[in-house]
């Protein structure tokens, strides 16, 4: 017995053909976003574990900024400390200026000079005095610029030449003259260095 196919066999073909590109089709979509699904969720870790390290490295800065203010205020309180304590120890050598100042006056004052006045303002000394002659003057500069510990850079503001008298009417003339000295602090006495020629006056 001969079967003769009465049925449209190229459309059941055709349908067949369509309904495997349509299962292939969403088979791909499916597998597509599947794909971008890992693909975003991925990503997404490592933004949030970027942002975490953000996070973490912020809070770090942070803290370090805190420790680099108080490093500041601790150097700045180092700072004011330190100048207390020079304010004090400058107080405290400067309770011994005028004891200094008196033993480099007698041990460096030459004959034939006399001091008539003393005069400080700070470290300055302001000297005020007679002596026998110009050259007595010029010797007690000399002596307080290179023979002293204690006393620097004096400086002559005046001499004018006058007479006194000897008793009677006998009259002697005189050099009238004032100076200008610089005493120094214990802690700048320390750090000169001796000068030859104060040697032989310090064994005196």
Same mark, same amino acid.
């Given at each position: ?9 190229? *459309?059941?073909? $055709? ?7 349509? /299962? &292939? !089709?969403?088979?791909?979509?499916? %597998?597509?976003? +599947? ?24 809070? *770090?800065?942070? $803290? ?7 490093? /500041? &205020? !601790?150097?700045?309180?180092?700072? %004011?400390?330190? +100048? ?121």
């Amino acid at each position: 017995m001969i079967l003769i196919n009465l049925l449209p066999h190229r *459309e059941a073909a $055709r349908k067949r053909r369509r309904e495997v590109f349509y /299962a &292939t !089709l969403g088979a791909s979509a499916l %597998a597509g976003c +599947a794909v971008a699904g890992a693909i975003y969720a991925w990503y997404a870790g490592q933004i949030t574990s970027q942002q975490e390290r953000n996070t973490a490295l912020q809070t *770090e800065v942070k $803290r370090l900024e805190a420790q680099i203010k108080d490093i /500041a &205020t !601790l150097q700045q309180e180092i700072v %004011a400390l330190r +100048a207390r304590q020079q304010a004090v120890e400058d107080l405290q050598a400067d309770r011994n200026m005028p004891v200094h100042l008196l033993n480099e006056l007698v041990r460096q004052l030459p004959d034939g000079v006399y001091i008539s006045s003393v005069k400080q303002e700070g470290q300055l000394i302001t000297l005020a005095g007679v002596a026998q002659s110009n050259e007595r003057v010029s010797e007690l500069l000399r002596n307080l610029g290179n023979n002293s510990p204690w006393l620097t850079r004096p400086d002559l503001i005046e001499i004018v030449a006058g007479s006194t008298s000897l008793g009677g009417r006998e009259q002697r003339r005189v050099a009238n003259f004032t100076m200008r000295v610089r005493i120094l602090r214990a802690s700048e006495a320390q750090q000169v260095p001796p000068t030859p020629a104060a040697a032989p006056a310090a064994k005196t």
